[in-house]
């Protein structure tokens, strides 16, 4: 599979090749070069920092005081990194660059109310008016009205429903939980298991009245239906309904399916976690699942309980003054990146930091038939990659197409396992 368009170049002494560019750019794409190899693992592999917006601070924050287990000095350190992400304005957004976001903005309100930070505190005080001015506690979305209702914040009879027996739901529907995409499933199933049980817990003296522009006890904090008539959003409004009668029901214990549903639920995300970095191997279905193992009842020295809250703290990075968490890690789709651009950029295919890295990528072939195979009955051979180190139950096209890129590029000392590996992954 070697690329013809290489045949003949003259390679630079840094591994690159000669070129027509002027000497400032070849100067600059060597020094890239020099630089990424030098990031390189002792493994073969490279991985980035992914750095996103402040909610994941904000979440563990409540989370820890949800739980009732506080480490002040983390504690500091995450409000530092929530203060350095604020806005002029006051508020908080979702990405570089954008404006205030109503979901982060209360997020972080909340996480430095939690640790301390008075509310008459100048940041505060600008971070309470850009939340007002977005509408208050009533415009957030579903996952946070549910985050705050953990903490007595919220009323859960405004939370939209998501009930547990959606996992019961097969292939006979048309509307099916494998329909859904993996990110979905992952969500959905934790915050079920939460929903049913409604663990709340109300840290004292800590309330939101003042982000509530009518207060807290406002007449409907219900998702306003669309004035169009019928359209999916009304249609879901109204599932809603009939989902929160139904819920009535099973909380006293008549529904005839809830306790298989329960079930199901459970162990459809203890399974999930073996041969992951944690559920879906991503922070929000990492974080619904530690607390939904703590809402069926897992004591803290559980084994799973100990797992979740192991792999949560992996994506933590933590400075003298500063701590920040990151979604997932990247391992798998940064190599493949970087190897195709190193190759691209003039780097010899046989230089072995290339050859150590495209044996790293062959070594994360996951070989499982897992959740896709439920859309994918045909019997090809299991193959494919997935974002991060570990999460085999949830192997993708893109990872799975940046690999298979990677692999065309450079040749291994085994070129048949290259060759078979490339066969089952297209």
């Excluded at 390679?11 to 000669?18: D, F, L, Q």
């Excluded at 508020?91 to 570089?96: A, L, P, R, S």
């Excluded at 990528?361 to 959740?371: A, D, G, H, P, Y």
Aim: with cysteine; net charge neutral; aromatic share 12%.
């Amino acid at each position: 599979m070697s690329d013809p368009r290489r045949v003949g170049r003259q390679p630079t002494a840094s591994g690159g090749r000669v070129g027509s560019q002027p000497d400032a750019l070849q100067t600059a794409i060597e020094r890239s070069q020099l630089h990424l190899l030098g990031l390189q693992k002792p493994e073969g592999y490279w991985v980035g920092e992914l750095m996103v917006d402040s909610t994941l601070c904000s979440d563990m924050i409540a989370y820890h005081h949800w739980d009732g287990k506080v480490d002040k000095t983390w504690q500091r350190k995450a409000v530092n990194h929530i203060f350095s992400m604020q806005l002029p304005d006051g508020g908080w957004n979702i990405y570089y660059g954008g404006p205030p976001d109503i979901n982060a903005t209360i997020k972080g309100y909340l996480a430095l109310k939690l640790a301390g930070v008075p509310v008459t505190d100048p940041r505060m005080l600008k971070a309470r008016q850009v939340a007002l001015s977005l509408g208050g506690a009533p415009r957030m979305n579903t996952f946070s009205r549910l985050y705050l209702a953990l903490l007595g914040l919220f009323p859960w009879e405004y939370v939209p429903t998501i009930p547990c027996e959606v996992i019961l739901i097969g292939k006979w529907f048309h509307v099916n939980f494998w329909e859904m995409s993996s990110w979905t499933r992952s969500m959905l199933v934790p915050l079920s298991i939460i929903n049913h049980f409604k663990p709340t817990r109300r840290p004292k003296n800590i309330t939101l009245d003042e982000l509530y522009p009518e207060g807290y006890h406002e007449r409907d904090l219900a998702l306003p239906p669309d004035p169009q008539g019928f359209t999916w959003r009304n249609f879901f409004i109204w599932l809603d309904r009939l989902h929160k009668f139904a819920e009535k029901f099973a909380e006293h214990n008549i529904h005839p399916f809830r306790k298989r549903a329960l079930k199901k639920a459970e162990q459809w995300m203890l399974e999930r976690f073996d041969g992951s970095d944690g559920l879906a191997a991503i922070f929000p279905a990492m974080l619904n699942a530690l607390i939904a193992l703590k809402a069926l009842g897992y004591p803290d020295d559980h084994p799973e309980v100990i797992r979740a809250e192991r792999e949560l703290k992996r994506l933590e990075h933590e400075t003298e003054d500063e701590l920040r968490i990151e979604p997932c890690f990247s391992p798998v789709w940064d190599t493949a990146i970087v190897t195709i651009c190193l190759h691209e950029s003039g780097i010899s295919e046989q230089r072995p930091a290339m050859k150590k890295a495209v044996d790293w990528l062959i070594s994360k072939e996951i070989r499982f038939r897992r959740n896709w195979q439920y859309k994918n009955p045909a019997t090809v051979e299991a193959s494919g990659w997935a974002f991060e180190y570990e999460n085999n139950w949830n192997p993708d096209e893109d990872d799975t197409a940046m690999v298979l890129l990677a692999l065309r590029k450079v040749p291994t000392d085994n070129p048949r396992w290259r060759d078979e590996c490339f066969k089952r992954g297209l």
